[in-house]
């Protein structure tokens, strides 16, 4: 891991903000904004804990340079074709153990930046393992190619919201209603730490609305 942040010192400048909001013992789900390959090593690299692994789609595996790197950092690897229960099995037993384990609900990159529409796999793994869900975006992870261009590093923000727990179901509740409301709560978060020309599917929501309307010094675009 100490190679991996010098090779990431070289090729970009990482602010990190919310820090503090990434408990030192415990396992949580990390939620992310998904708009680079990039963004699961910084995600990884951005905390002090060890015990973070993010959880990738196999797509990548091989793809020069980025799939090397993500081996090297351990990554879940996940299918996107239905349901991958061996990755569901070894991301729930990495939080068992009380590690950190991160995936983007949206499922796919974003190719123009806005946050698309969130999927059920992040809650429903944060449900059945009872813990609770870290929001975060990562900020100039896709300016990559366009960086080194002009010779220049990376500038990139990595930024946590604080933990929150998903609402529990109630009774009569059907399980897809359950995880329909717990993914939205999860993407209005995500949302809430984006400028708001990136906020996307979201961006008109009114359960994001009633978050900025509370005062909440971890966000900082």
Excluded: C
Excluded at 32 to 46: K, V
Excluded at 63 to 82: T, Y
């Amino acid at each position: 891991m100490k190679i991996m942040r010098a090779v990431f010192k070289l090729i970009a400048d990482v602010e990190v903000v919310g820090n503090e909001n990434i408990p030192e013992h415990g396992g949580y789900v990390l939620a992310t904004s998904h708009i680079s390959r990039l963004d699961t090593p910084f995600l990884m690299m951005a905390t002090k804990r060890k015990d973070v692994v993010g959880m990738v789609a196999r797509d990548y595996q091989n793809a020069p340079f980025i799939g090397w790197f993500l081996n090297k950092l351990g990554v879940i690897w996940i299918s996107r074709e239905g349901y991958d229960f061996q990755a569901f099995r070894q991301a729930s037993s990495f939080l068992k153990k009380g590690g950190i384990v991160g995936l983007a609900p949206e499922g796919t990159r974003s190719k123009d930046g806005q946050l698309l529409e969130g999927k059920p796999g992040t809650v429903l793994l944060a449900l059945k393992n009872k813990v609770q869900v870290i929001p975060a975006t990562v900020l100039g992870s896709a300016d990559m190619v366009k960086r080194f261009l002009k010779l220049k590093k990376m500038q990139v923000k990595v930024i946590f919201g604080k933990p929150f727990d998903l609402s529990q179901p109630t009774e009569g509740q059907s399980e897809k209603d359950v995880l329909d409301l717990a993914t939205t709560e999860v993407m209005v978060q995500i949302a809430r730490l984006l400028p708001e020309e990136r906020r996307g599917f979201y961006r008109d929501h009114p359960m994001l609305k009633v978050l900025l309307a509370t005062p909440d010094t971890s966000n900082i675009n």
